[in-house]
Every structure is written in C-alpha cells, then in structure tokens.
T-cell receptor, first 115, second 111 residues
Framework: EPEVTQTPSHQVTQMGQEVILRCVPI?????FYWYRQILGQKVEFLVS????????KSEIFDDQFSVERPDGSNFTLKIRSTKLEDSAMYFC?????????????FGPGTRLTVL | AQTVTQSQPEMSVQEAETVTLSCTYD???????LFWYKQPPSRQMILVIR??????QNATENRFSVNFQKAAKSFSLKISDSQLGDAAMYFC????????FGKGTSLLVTP
C-alpha cells in the first residue's frame, strides 16, 4: 500500500543552523502539507502546496520557513535559522485532490530537536 | 476561526469494553467534515472515521462509530470491543483548507 515517507526520523541541530526535512508524498497525490506538533500540544497546520506553489499558510509559517518540490517526488521543508521553539515533530501529509472530505495521508514524522 | 477541543487528555478502557472519546468544535462553515485520526506509538497518523456535516446519519466503521450532534457541535468517537491494538493517541479534526486538530486523547487499553 502506498504511503508517505519522511526523512530523517530524528534530526538534532544547533540553534541558528539550517535544516531541511524531506518528505516523499504518495505518487499520484497533488496536494501536500506540513504540520508540526510541539510536545504535549496539538498538531498545527504550517503550509499547503499545490502546483509548485504555496496555496495556504498559517501565521506560524514565517520567513524562516520555506517549502519546495525540487523534483517529481520530494517535498521539503526548510527552516533557515532554527530556534529552540522549533523543536517539534514535523508531519508531512498528502492528498489526491483538494476537497473537504478527502483523507490526508500522513507520514511518520521527523522529530526535530534544536539545542 | 475554527476550534477543536478534546477535553480528555487520557482515557483508559479494558479489553472488550466500550469507550467514548469526546470532541467539541466550533466553525462558522455550514458544510464541513469531521475526522478522527489515530496515532499509535509508531507515530504515523491513520484515519479512523469521517463524518459529513450535512449527513444526519452517524458514520460507522466496524468497531468505530461516532455520535455527531451538529447543533451541539459535538463529535464523539465510540470504540466497541476494545482491543490492545487500539491503544494510541486519538485526534479529532475539522476540515478547512487544512485540518484543524484537537490536542488529542491518549487511550490506554488494559488486558
């Protein structure tokens, strides 16, 4: 069964460093998302992406974040200068088309630890 | 603004028993969907069940069913005949341009 994959599973970085989190969505899906979950808190939407551009973003997704689909399979989230408060689980999700009833398929997440 | 509230941080149920997880929400939309996602220790979130707001009939998927009270903006999940494999975090989510999640309920299943 096709699934969303994410690498790495755990990333440790120093404050101020750049990190790139990688996701491979399900191959025939067209809409991609990043969410994050700070420990003990709810899963929060960061950004959605369609047709090689951002379609929606939350107030969390500020200038230090960027997303890219560098090739036909990968979808990346870059954090330019990490802060302690960026420590969280980051989940990628994809869906075949944009509709309110569509199931979003989630990856296993990347745990980002900023020291 | 949309909000989703899960007021039970933790719940416990014995194997084979029934448990109900609560969720309330608020939205100004008239047409929306509600979801329950399960997040086992492996961390991958899996859709358990979904409900269309304009459908009166409560959704059912095998041992999982919902009690959807639109006027009360309540969307609870009932798990019947609980199994050890049901132990996980359960998130209630409301559709929009993205999913709006509650804080989750950790379900413990005891033998």
């Amino acid at each position: 069964e096709p699934e969303v994959t994410q690498t790495p599973s755990h990333q440790v970085t120093q404050m101020g460093q750049e990190v790139i989190l990688r996701c491979v969505p399900i191959s025939n899906h067209l809409y991609f998302y990043w969410y994050r979950q700070i420990l003990g808190q709810k899963v929060e939407f960061l950004v959605s992406f369609y047709n090689n551009e951002i379609s929606e973003k939350s107030e969390i997704f500020d200038d230090q974040f960027s997303v890219e689909r560098p090739d036909g399979s990968n979808f990346t989230l870059k954090i330019r200068s990490t802060k302690l408060e960026d420590s969280a689980m980051y989940f990628c999700a994809s869906t075949i088309k944009l509709a309110r009833y569509n199931e979003q398929f989630f990856g296993p997440g990347t745990r980002l630890t900023v020291l | 603004a949309q909000t989703v509230t899960q007021s039970q941080p933790e719940m416990s149920v014995q194997e084979a028993e029934t448990v109900t997880l609560s969720c309330t929400y608020d939205t100004s939309e008239s047409d929306y969907y509600l979801f329950w996602y399960k997040q086992p220790p492996s961390r991958q979130m899996i859709l358990v069940i979904r409900q269309e707001a304009y459908k009166q009939q409560n959704a059912t998927e095998n041992r999982f069913s919902v009690n959807f009270q639109k006027a009360a903006k309540s969307f609870s999940l009932k798990i019947s005949d609980s199994q050890l494999g049901d132990a996980a975090m359960y998130f209630c989510a409301l559709s929009g341009y993205a999913l709006n999640f509650g804080k989750g309920t950790s379900l413990l299943v005891t033998p």
